[in-house]
């Protein structure tokens, strides 16, 4: 089993940077990707940014430039660096991670707000 522990987060003004980090514990030998989703009010979860293990890295459009993901496999924590927010970044955001036997584990989530 293994829990994932989230920090970070708040409310930022537009242009703002905000850092989401997040810290596993458990059967962490077994983690296979990690990444950030979020889901806003009345939308669904949608993936923001992933990191393999090995560290191939993958964000969807909307953030590039903007957000960055970075993985210490040593400290066995992903952290997401976000930076000139938008109030469309508005959402709760939940810190994921895969291991080799298709097990999936959740963070708790950590309100982000963008305020215009």
């Known amino acids: 089993q293994v829990q994932l522990v989230e920090s970070g987060g708040g409310l930022v003004q537009t242009g703002g940077s905000l850092r989401l980090s997040c810290a596993a514990s458990?059967?962490?030998?077994?983690?296979?990707?990690m990444a950030w989703y979020r889901q806003a009010p009345g939308k669904q979860r949608e993936l923001v940014a992933r990191?393999?293990?090995?560290?191939?890295?993958n964000y969807v459009d909307s953030v590039k430039g903007r957000f960055t993901i970075s993985r210490d496999n040593a400290r066995n924590t992903v952290d997401l660096q976000m930076n000139n927010l938008k109030p469309e970044d508005t959402a709760v955001y939940y810190c994921y991670a895969g291991d080799y036997t298709a097990n999936v584990y959740w963070g708790q989530g950590s309100q982000v707000t963008v305020s215009s």
């Open positions: 458990g059967r962490i030998f077994s983690l296979s990707d």
């Open positions: 990191v393999t293990r090995r560290g191939t890295i």
